[in-house]
T-cell receptor
Framework: GAGVSQSPSNKVTEKGKDVELRCDPI?????LYWYRQSLGQGLEFLIY????????KSGLPSDRFSAERTGGSVSTLTIQRTQQEDSAVYLC?????????????FGDGTRLSIL | GENVEQHPSTLSVQEGDSAVIKCTYS??????FPWYKQELGKRPQLIID?????GEKKDQRIAVTLNKTAKHFSLHITETQPEDSAVYFC????????????FGQGTTLQVKP
């Protein structure tokens, strides 16, 4: 596609429910990143994929968070047993390759609200 | 890990004036230094970046300067316009070879007409 696509754009759910967030990167981009932006804050790194592998998961806040990537393309971020502190905008970015000096292009994000 | 600080946190200028935002980082092995612009409710948009083998880069009204010895880089916007009003983030990469960006806390720029 022309840009990074994320769905849903908004998600409201009750505390304790599981949620799945989807990211479709720019076609041909092998590196994919998930970040989280809490209200009025900067962006916080969550996880990095190179192809289908995740060599860096160091930003995942707890074991309730997991992510996968299939076919070197679409990625899903899953949050189990959601808590109110999980409320944030979850942003996905992709770059041509990983490794530290490639531009990352962001999607519009999923705004997650936990009631 | 990388520690990033950005100053000022807010900046108000008159249309036509220049704006400068500074970012300091701690990881001497960082090698990529982008600046993002984020308008309210929108995605972060890459506006300019610089790599560690270059000291300065310019794109029309926007420039970035890098001082690797002092571990800081700055965003310069000249002839500011109201549409430049947004939050600006610096985001140097951590030297882990993953490319993950470590974001500053952001600078809210307001350009008054």
């Amino acid at each position: 596609g022309a840009g990074v696509s994320q769905s849903p754009s908004n998600k409201v759910t009750e505390k304790g429910k599981d949620v799945e967030l989807r990211c479709d990167p720019i076609s041909g981009h092998t590196a994919l990143y998930w970040y989280r932006q809490s209200l009025g804050q900067g962006l916080e790194f969550l996880i990095y994929f190179q192809g289908n592998s995740a060599p860096d998961k160091s930003g995942l806040p707890s074991d309730r968070f997991s992510a996968e990537r299939t076919g070197g393309s679409v990625s899903t971020l899953t949050i189990q047993r959601t808590q109110q502190e999980d409320s944030a905008v979850y942003l996905c970015a992709s770059s041509l390759v990983g490794g530290g000096n490639q531009p990352q292009h962001f999607g519009d994000g999923t705004r997650l609200s936990i009631l | 890990g990388e520690n990033v600080e950005q100053h000022p946190s807010t900046l108000s200028v008159q249309e036509g004036d220049s704006a400068v935002i500074k970012c300091t980082y701690s990881d001497s092995a960082s090698n990529y230094f982008p600046w993002y612009k984020q308008e309210l409710g929108k995605r972060p948009q890459l506006i300019i970046d610089i790599r560690s083998n270059v000291g300065e880069k310019k794109d029309q009204r926007i420039a970035v300067t890098l001082n690797k010895t002092a571990k800081h880089f700055s965003l310069h916007i000249t002839e500011t316009q109201p549409e430049d009003s947004a939050v600006y983030f610096c985001a140097p990469t951590e030297s882990s070879n993953t490319g993950k960006l470590i974001f500053g806390q952001g600078t809210t720029l307001q350009v008054k007409p």
